[in-house]
């Protein structure tokens, strides 16, 4: 045998093993019988790939299959070991850094979060993060060799393949070689993504991405983002940008946003914008409820606090009506956008997530929105995100997880 030969059936096995990975996490455990009918294989050949993954210790047998009553042996089900490694994840936001060791079905095993230091440089700022990564590490007793890869994902125009920020929206206006500066450190590989594409990235692997092929992603809280997945593919469009629905333009010469145009989105919906508009209105006449429990305190009406309100649940009729009305007209702008966008996109379904899409009563005010527009947009069309819960880590897991252990990797 030639030695190009023996590495093209290298590269085969490569490709059966990810093929087998990916039936697995989308099925759950499975006989290796009934994985040789899904992926076209003899039993023969799936025997011998399970049996060296059960060796590497990426598959574990998890006992006999339950079934009715038949003759011969049982069938033993496999199911990958996801907690064979750990990926370090991390969610910078313009307010808070989250750091997070997680498995390889983007379970949480520990976590910690950090304020985002502006005041800093970039370079200063990683090695803070870097510092908490390892004592997060530590502190958890897992091993350099247990970590499969860092995933790093930030707002703004990121390119993936050299792992650099080229502009953090909010965060850092100048470029940043992310990649270049925590892989020496880290010690492990590091993958560096926009937040929302690394989040739709997590919704293939883990969510809704695994029945849909055709999907549109949206993020509300503090800003707007979005990314747009067409057949199990996230689109990129020029200079690495995503569908940065955010900075649709809804109003001509309008206020200038922080991307460097005029009347974006977000410069209308995003929780700075909603403080700054209802900071103007405050007044013990127009907004007698809110005044009384801000004890005539204007500074108590913060993103912050605003944050942590929408995030807590809380019903919309516990503010003025003056405030309900700015609310309802930001909750309608983004509608509009939405819908809008759906015509054009025409998606299998849109998934919804961000703190301000989790408040209830957020959502069921945006419902109404789109619904008034379009009857046929029902919550089983536009749908919350099974995964908004985990929004701080398992994009970064994703991205990691999908590029170093469910991807083939050819010699």
Avoid at 8 to 34: H, P, Q
Avoid at 110 to 130: C, H, N, Q, R, Y
Avoid at 290 to 305: A, P, V
Wanted: aromatic share 6%.
């Amino acid at each position: 045998m030639t030695r190009q030969a023996g590495i093209n059936l290298e590269n085969v096995k490569i490709r059966n093993k990810s093929t087998v990975l990916k039936l697995l996490n989308r099925k759950g455990a499975m006989s290796r019988k009934d994985i040789a009918k899904e992926v076209g294989l003899t039993p023969a050949t799936v025997t011998v790939l399970c049996t060296e993954m059960i060796e590497e210790g990426i598959l574990q047998e998890k006992g006999e299959m339950q079934e009715e009553r038949r003759a011969g042996r049982r069938k033993i089900l496999v199911d990958i070991a996801y907690g064979c490694k750990c990926v370090v994840a991390v969610s910078i936001e313009s307010k808070k850094t989250y750091i997070s060791a997680c498995d390889l079905k983007g379970n949480l095993i520990s976590g910690k979060i950090i304020k985002t230091d502006t005041s800093i440089a970039p370079i200063e700022f990683l090695k803070v993060i870097e510092k908490e990564c390892k004592v997060l590490l530590w502190e958890n007793e897992i091993e350099q060799r247990s970590v499969l890869g860092m995933g790093i994902c930030i707002p703004g125009i990121v390119d993936r393949n050299r792992g650099i920020s080229i502009r953090a929206y909010g965060i850092w206006k100048e470029e940043v070689r992310i990649k270049e500066i925590m892989q020496e450190t880290m010690s492990c590989p590091v993958i560096v993504e926009n937040n929302i594409k690394a989040f739709a990235e997590g919704e293939l692997l883990y969510g809704a991405g695994r029945t849909g092929d055709n999907l549109l992603f949206v993020k509300w809280g503090p800003g707007v983002g979005s990314a747009i997945v067409t057949q199990n593919q996230i689109y990129e469009g020029k200079d690495h940008r995503a569908a940065e629905i955010g900075h649709y333009i809804i109003e001509p010469n309008g206020e200038l946003c922080h991307c460097g145009r005029r009347g974006c989105l977000e410069t209308k919906v995003s929780t700075e914008a909603i403080i700054k508009r209802i900071r103007s209105i405050y007044s013990k006449e127009h907004t007698p409820r809110l005044y009384e429990n801000t004890g005539g305190d204007i500074e108590l009406i913060s993103e912050s606090n605003f944050t942590e309100w929408a995030e807590s649940g809380n019903e919309l009729d516990m503010s003025d009506e003056e405030v309900v009305k700015i609310l309802h007209k930001s909750i309608e702008r983004l509608a509009r956008t939405i819908v809008n966008m759906m015509t054009i996109l025409a998606p299998d379904s849109t998934i919804l997530f961000g703190f301000m899409l989790e408040n209830e009563e957020i959502r069921k005010i945006f419902m109404e929105y789109c619904q008034q527009y379009d009857s046929t947009y029902t919550e089983e069309y536009i749908q919350k995100s099974e995964l908004s819960r985990k929004i701080y880590y398992i994009g970064a897991t994703a991205i990691v997880t999908r590029q170093y252990f469910f991807e083939p990797k050819d010699s």
